[in-house]
């Protein structure tokens, strides 16, 4: 897919920007420098700011020095070819990344003006405040109504009609309510897989999160499925902040406002989508979204 | 030829042998106890036999076999007679050579007389009084007349045992508490003037207790006599007669002149007899109960200390202890337990639980039972216990495995609601482990239910007084010793009188074992496929 056919994804499309040359002969991509992290300025409206952020494998390092602002009420996407690590980004803002041994972080993720990482913060609260959708939906092995009560009763709520308002709620929210109203007791596995999908959106909503991360929320559904998903979090970013991990491409132009390109645990480019996906500064990018590689 | 080799048809074929080989002896077994165990109960014809010599024998047919030593050429066989009257022949058994009888017959007027006591008796009825008065004479009068008075005299039976067991037992059972009482009291070193008192009040009250025991020993006697007044004169086939109570005989019946019907009948009457009673004579005749209620109850227990034990130990293992060679040794130390004889577990069982726990239980709970030891020797409580440490390795490995197979899905999409590791373990992945344990279970209580060995030196007897659950308060014994049906197999198959005779009883037995067995996994099995359905792993 070309540069050309990608920007008529985008709805902003500006005609005036010159489609860029694709490189000839090198197939592989080009060398890229990164700027330093004293470069970034400091976005203070922004939900999260992650400030030079190593993470470590054991002997391996996956993300080199990532700094960068995600928006409030926005959705940003993490795109980059696979290993890149934005998964493990996406991990590290719910330090979901604590659960894999011999795993080791330093640098800096700020919410809500508190470092996540200092030793003083809280897991359990932060990731109550930090919802997550994974990439195979998970619904427990209970039953609907249970699979979004699970995050209100486990922070606490014990009345029962308080639950089903939550309940309710968070199933309309993630424009699930109107198809399972009726069998709230049924097994959530029963589910078909885009709703299964939608309800673990449910389950993460019904804990009132300020930040949803979502990694490759639709990578196993089919595309109707997929549109369902994507309205949805066009609905949900006006009350949490959205952040996508996403190997398709257009899905990332598609929803999102703001785009990080990674690569081989760097952050090569940060821009807003539009502009990545029709003018990219850097070359490595452009050669990724043109689908020279990855 | 080598094609064939290659091909590994030959191998599909070993594969196939193995198993079949396995589904035949098993076969094979279940085949030969359920042929044996479920025919005992059906009433064997009494045939008559008159040998050359002049001398008569009555008896069941048990088997036929050639002479082993024939040396003529003639087919010369033997016949195994059961011919009871233990109390006049001596042996129950008697082989016959074919060749010496002269004349066979199934008289009609022969009867099975089972005894409380002595085995069966194979004869004839000759008269029958009622307090020295004759109210029958001859065989038909007498048959006729006997099912009559059996009524009356089982009637009787039934009062005599309803004290003998119960009013009696709990006398007995009342005065052992308040003497314990006062020796509890004599025991403090601070016996006040109040406690004085209050032991008289005691003593009035043993005292009391001692005359309501006198008076039902007196009740016992009258009713004693009242049933000796049955008096059945019965005849052996040889002419010898013996007379004997009513109250002797447990049952009466004529097996010549029984129809399918009335022998169906007694069929299942014995059946039920031998499900719901205690034994009698050695264990070789009357029922189990107390051994499958002993069994079932001893796999309960182990059950509810097994599950916990184990579960928690493999959550430690598996979710909490850092993954090294620590654990790794622990889970090799685990194994290998399971692969320990099940006697050491027997002798460490008596060791740890019955002498130095139960030991320190009594002294510190049950001083004034000393030196007759409450829990510090084998019971019910310490048997399951011992069980338990022998089939914890199983439900450990499972449960390990099980907690294993729940996706790491499940556990980040439980985390990354907020939920701490307890409440992840608590709320998802125990529930999704619980058929894995379960199987564990399922596993546990086979081995246990058929484990003797170490019973034997923990807590089993070959005759328990009384079952571990009545209506005194606390209701369980715990501390009660118990029977088995492993144990009474072992008991009635070799360590009985009379060998031979028992012989069906421990088919019954075996038999027993294996349904209840059967039953126990059946149960578990079901609740496992149930909790299976609610926690299907299934992905779209």
């Known amino acids: 897919m070309s540069v050309a056919m990608m920007t008529m994804l985008i709805p902003k499309a500006s005609e005036t920007i010159p489609v860029p040359t694709v490189h000839q002969s090198n197939h592989r991509p080009a060398q890229f420098q990164m700027p330093p992290a004293e470069t970034v300025t400091k976005d203070k409206t922004a939900a999260i700011h992650i400030r030079r952020l190593n993470f470590y494998y054991g002997d391996s390092q996956a993300l080199q020095s990532i700094s960068l602002d995600i928006p409030q009420n926005q959705v940003t996407a993490f795109i980059g070819p696979s290993g890149c690590g934005k998964s493990t980004l996406l991990r590290c803002i719910n330090r979901l990344n604590d659960l894999v041994d011999g795993s080791r972080v330093d640098g800096r993720i700020e919410v809500e003006g508190q470092n996540i990482y200092d030793p003083v913060v809280d897991v359990i609260s932060l990731r109550k405040n930090i919802g997550m959708v994974f990439q195979k939906s998970n619904p427990f092995p209970k039953s609907i109504y249970e699979n979004v009560a699970y995050g209100p009763r486990i922070a606490g709520v014990r009345k029962r009609a308080e639950l089903g308002e939550i309940v309710e709620n968070s199933l309309r929210g993630a424009a699930l309510w109107d198809e399972v109203k009726d069998r709230l007791e049924a097994s959530a ?18 804990v009132q999160p300020q930040i949803i991360l979502m ?11 997929t549109a369902k998903i994507e309205e949805l979090m066009l609905q949900l970013k006006a009350n949490y902040t959205i952040v996508i991990v996403t190997h398709n491409m257009q899905q990332a132009a598609r929803v999102s406002e703001r785009t990080a390109f990674l690569w081989l645990g760097k952050l090569v480019e940060y821009d807003d989508t539009h502009k990545i996906f029709t003018n990219p500064s850097e070359k490595l990018t452009e050669d990724y979204i043109t689908g020279r590689f990855g | 030829m080598q094609s064939f080799w290659k091909s590994g048809n030959a191998f599909i074929w070993l594969t196939g042998m193995a198993a079949g080989i396995g589904l035949l002896m098993i076969g094979g077994l279940i085949a030969l ?30 088997n036929r076999e050639r002479i082993p030593d024939a040396k003529s050429n003639a087919p010369a066989t033997r016949i195994r007679v059961k011919i009871g009257n233990r109390d006049f022949y001596g042996l129950d058994f008697r082989w016959i050579n074919e060749a010496d009888i002269s004349a066979r017959r199934f008289p009609d007027s022969a009867f099975v007389f089972e005894r409380q006591a002595w085995g069966n008796f194979f004869g004839y009825a000759t008269e029958l009084a009622l307090a020295g ?14 099912p009559k008075f059996l009524v009356e005299t089982g009637r009787l039976l039934q009062q005599i045992t309803h004290i003998e067991k ?41 005292s009391a207790l001692q005359k309501q025991y006198d008076q039902n020993e007196k009740q016992l006697e009258s009713l004693r006599e009242k049933g000796e007044a049955y008096q059945l004169t019965i005849q052996a086939v040889d002419g ?18 029984m129809s399918k019907l009335d022998k169906t009948g007694l069929y299942f009457s014995r059946a039920w007899e031998f499900f719901t009673s205690a034994p009698r004579e050695a264990n070789m005749e009357g029922g189990v109960f107390p051994a499958i209620f002993g069994t079932v109850l001893m796999v309960f227990i182990m059950s509810l200390a097994v599950v916990p034990l184990g579960v928690l130990t493999a959550i430690y293992m598996r979710e909490y202890a850092k993954q090294g060679p620590f654990v790794r040794a622990l889970r090799i130390a685990v194994n290998n337990l399971a692969g320990v004889p099940s006697i050491v577990f027997g002798i460490f069982g008596l060791g740890f639980f019955v002498y130095a726990i139960g030991g320190t239980i009594d002294k510190f709970f049950y001083p004034e039972a000393l030196p007759t030891p409450t829990y510090g020797t084998g019971g019910i409580l310490w048997a399951a216990l011992t069980l338990a440490l022998l089939t914890v390795p199983v439900v450990i ?10 996706p790491a899905a499940m556990r980040e999409a439980s985390l990354a609601l907020g939920a701490t590791k307890f409440e992840t373990l608590w709320r998802v992945l125990i529930p999704s482990a619980s058929p ?44 009660r010793k118990f029977m088995h049906l492993g144990f009474h197999i072992y008991d009635v198959g070799f360590q009985s009188p009379n060998v031979e005779a028992s012989l069906p009883m421990v088919y019954a037995t075996t038999l027993l074992l294996i349904l209840i067995v059967l039953a126990l996994n059946l149960a578990a099995i079901f609740l496992r496929n149930r909790l299976r359905r609610r926690f299907a792993m299934g992905q779209f």
């Open chain 2, 166 to 206: 119960k009013v009696i037992g709990d006398i007995n059972y009342e005065i052992e508490k308040r003497r314990l009482t006062i020796k509890r009291s004599g025991l403090r070193q601070d016996a006040e003037a109040g406690l004085i008192s209050q032991k008289e009040k005691i003593e009035t009250e043993i």
């Open chain 2, 397 to 406: 490995v499972t449960t390990e495995e099980g907690l294993a197979a729940v």
């Open chain 2, 436 to 479: 894995a344990i379960l199987t564990g279970l399922i596993l546990a209580m086979a081995r246990a239910a058929g484990e003797v060995a170490p019973l034997m030196i923990t807590g089993v007897v070959k005759l328990a007084p009384s079952l571990p659950l009545d209506g005194h308060f606390p209701y369980l014994h715990l501390e």
């Open chain 2, 33 to 62: 106890i359920l042929m044996n165990g479920l025919g005992i109960f059906w009433p064997a014809r009494l045939e008559e036999l008159t040998l050359k010599d002049g001398s008569k024998a009555l008896g069941e047919i048990w």
């Open chain 2, 133 to 146: 008065e004759t109210m029958a004479r001859g065989a038909e009068q007498t048959a006729a007349a006997l």
């Open chain 1, 189 to 206: 596995l029963g589910l078909s897989g885009g709703q299964q999908q939608r309800l673990c959106i449910a389950r993460a909503i019904a």
């Open chain 1, 215 to 225: 990694d490759e929320p639709c990578s196993a559904l089919d595309p109707i499925a």
């Open chain 2, 240 to 257: 010898r007669t013996k007379t004997m109570t009513l109250l002797e005989i447990v049952r009466a019946f004529q097996p010549n002149q």
